[in-house]
């Protein structure tokens, strides 16, 4: 089993629909974790941190659930913009990051 | 400000060739982070500095691999006898501090094609 999975997707939506990701980890002791944008042949971006108690971005809202260890992205009223690949990122104690492989939204009018 | 640079962007060698992959930090970040990705993959780690440290290179998928910063800003990642399966998207991150909850900062990426 991979440390960090992800559902690869395409996840295929309208414009405006809400769309929601998941991020399951083995590492009971993963300690960070991050949501990073990755456009066509770009570098990832930094989209946002987790915490515990949840947070919220604009449309963008990321939630940590511990006790079944998994992450979940949030988006809201999507956009054709954003069209891209989401990675989660979890650093399991230490300062080596794990990425997962990334699941794809596709926005369509 | 100027982000993290990497060159070249692309390169094409032959197999048994050696590679050298270049990364620029943001100025004054302590860390750095080389990663692997493959097509459809997440970045893998392979190695990370802090400062003109390699605190860790347990990612680095064999001997022919090899990264240095020698005086803790630019780095290089080298790659001995290229082989096929070494073809990916070679990306250098940075950041400002050591910590894991600091953002990372991506450069470009050097897209290797090993023939």
């Known amino acids: 089993r991979k440390e960090v999975e992800q559902d690869p997707g395409p996840f295929n939506v309208p414009e405006g629909a809400t769309v929601a990701f998941n991020c399951t980890y083995s590492?009971?002791?993963?300690?960070?974790f991050f949501w990073y944008r990755q456009d066509c042949r770009k570098e990832p971006k930094l989209l946002m941190s987790?915490?515990?108690s949840g947070n919220e971005d604009g449309r963008f809202t990321a939630q940590l659930n511990r006790a079944s260890q998994y992450i979940s992205l949030l988006i809201r009223d999507s956009k054709l913009s954003d069209s891209a690949t989401y990675l989660c990122?979890?650093?399991?104690?230490?300062?080596?990051?794990?990425f997962g492989r990334g699941t794809s939204l596709i926005v369509h009018p | 400000g100027a982000g993290v640079s990497q060159s070249p962007r692309y390169k094409v060698a032959k197999r048994g060739q050696d590679v050298a992959l270049r990364c620029d930090p943001i100025?004054?970040?302590?860390?750095l982070f080389w990663y692997q990705q493959a097509l459809g993959q997440g970045p893998e780690f392979l190695t990370y500095?802090?400062?003109?440290?390699?605190?860790?290179k347990s990612g680095l998928p064999s001997d022919r691999f090899f990264a240095e910063r020698p005086e803790g800003s630019v780095s290089t990642l080298k790659i001995q006898r290229t082989q096929q399966e070494d073809s990916a998207v070679y990306l250098c991150?940075?950041?400002?501090?050591?910590?894991?909850?600091?953002?990372?900062?991506f450069g470009p990426g050097t897209r290797l094609t090993v023939l």
């Open positions: 990122v979890v650093f399991g104690g230490s300062y080596i990051p794990t």
């Open positions: 991150a940075s950041s400002s501090r050591s910590g894991p909850t600091d953002t990372q900062y």
């Open positions: 500095f802090q400062n003109e440290a390699q605190l860790d």
């Open positions: 987790v915490y515990s």
């Open positions: 100025s004054g970040h302590v860390s």
């Open positions: 590492n009971s002791a993963s300690q960070s």
